[in-house]
């Protein structure tokens, strides 16, 4: 099971860490990744961070803003994101997966996913 939290309500400038807790896998062999959907939008790759810790982001207009990071010993998956601006705002998901590295931005790649959680940042 993958647990999201951390979304809200927060101002332009703003900032918002997002937890993912994942249990029932072998954390540490799994690629985890952050979507976002917004209304009336697809489903599309945030981060994504390997088994190995290495990170992916996507789109660029996060690079810079947004930092995955991932906790073994705790099997949570961190987002945190600033400078957070109006179009960020959207449903957050969390998923796991055995991806190839050429997969990562596909949901379908995906096997486990968490619920979601609301991140909108006002103007």
């Known amino acids: 099971q993958l647990q999201a939290s951390g979304g809200g309500l927060v101002q332009a400038g703003g900032s918002l860490r997002l937890s993912c807790v994942v249990s029932?896998?072998?954390?540490?062999?799994?690629?985890i990744a952050w979507f976002r959907q917004a209304p009336g939008k697809e489903r599309a790759l945030v981060a994504a961070?390997?088994?190995?810790?290495?990170?992916?982001y996507c789109p660029d207009s996060v690079k810079g803003r947004f930092t995955i990071s991932r906790d073994n010993a705790k099997s949570t998956v961190y987002l945190q994101m600033n400078s957070l601006k109006p179009g960020d705002t959207a449903v957050y998901y969390c998923?796991?997966?055995?991806?190839?590295?050429?997969?990562?931005?596909?949901?379908?790649?995906?096997?486990?996913w968490g619920q979601g959680t609301q991140v909108t940042v006002s103007s």
């Open positions: 998923a796991a997966g055995n991806v190839i590295l050429s997969a990562s931005s596909d949901p379908q790649a995906y096997i486990y």
């Open positions: 029932g896998l072998t954390f540490s062999r799994y690629t």
């Open positions: 961070i390997r088994w190995n810790g290495i990170p992916i």
